[in-house]
C-alpha cells in the first residue's frame, strides 16, 4: 500500500524521475521545486518516497544523497505482468 500511496502524487514521480538520471542531494531536490513546493514539503515528499522503499539515502558529510531504488516497482512488475 505505501507503494502505490508513493506513486499516486505526480510531484513524487516527479523527484522519481529525476533520481532515474542520476542521484542528487536532498538540496538539488528542493531547488528543482523552488516557486511550487517548499523545502519542507519537498522533504515530506522525499519521505513517503523513504518509507515505500523507492529512495535509499546516504549521507556524505554534509549532504544526503538520495537514489533511487527500483526493487518495489520490480516486485510488482514480476507480480502481476512478468
Not at 42 to 62: N, P
Request: aromatic residues 6%.
Amino acid at each position: 500500500d505505501r507503494l502505490f500511496k508513493a506513486l499516486a502524487d505526480g510531484r513524487r514521480r516527479a523527484i522519481l524521475d529525476l533520481l532515474k538520471v542520476a542521484p542528487r542531494t536532498t538540496g538539488a531536490l528542493c531547488e528543482r521545486f523552488t516557486g511550487e513546493l517548499d523545502r519542507c514539503t519537498v522533504m515530506q515528499h522525499i519521505g513517503v518516497l523513504e518509507r515505500a522503499g523507492l529512495i535509499i539515502s546516504r549521507r556524505e558529510g554534509r549532504l544526503r544523497w538520495n537514489y533511487l531504488n527500483v526493487a518495489p516497482v520490480k516486485e510488482i512488475h514480476d507480480r502481476w505482468i512478468g
